[in-house]
């Protein structure tokens, strides 16, 4: 199994930036690929971005395109997202999860193991 700690959410005021972060422990081997998806209540999980582990070519959600920025550090098993010119529409709880496969897939099903989530408000 995977564990994923979320970290780095928080209140920030329209256009602010913060940087999630995404640690992984235990079967890290089995690791390909790294995505962020958000949730708002009522609503179904969305898409952010994805990162292929080996690699590192990734994808944006158009919504965050040119705002957002996934990254990852191989050695700490850590993949980050750097969120830029906040809007209040960004506002949500911000999950990570991990898939075996290089595929950047941007359906939620197809991830194995997910976090526990971090709130990220942005206030108007």
């Known amino acids: 199994q995977v564990q ?3 970290s780095g959410g928080g209140l920030v005021q ?3 930036s913060l ?3 995404c640690a992984a422990s235990g079967r890290t081997s089995s690791i390909s ?14 898409f952010v971005s994805a990162i292929a582990w080996s690699r590192g070519y990734s994808d ?3 919504s965050v395109k040119g705002r957002f920025t996934i ?8 993949v980050y997202l750097q969120m830029n010119s906040l809007k209040p529409e960004d506002t949500a709880v911000y999950y990570c999860a991990t898939a075996e496969s290089n595929y950047l ?5 197809s991830y194995d193991y997910w976090g526990q989530g ?5 206030s108007s």
């Open 105 to 109: 897939y941007k359906r939620a099903g």
């Open 4 to 6: 994923l700690v979320e």
């Open 14 to 16: 329209t256009g602010g």
């Open 19 to 21: 940087r999630l972060s």
């Open 71 to 78: 990254s990852r550090d191989n050695a700490k098993n850590t």
């Open 118 to 122: 971090t709130q990220v408000t942005v």
């Open 33 to 46: 690929s790294m995505g962020w998806f958000r949730q708002t209540p009522g609503k179904e999980r969305e």
């Open 60 to 62: 944006y959600a158009d």
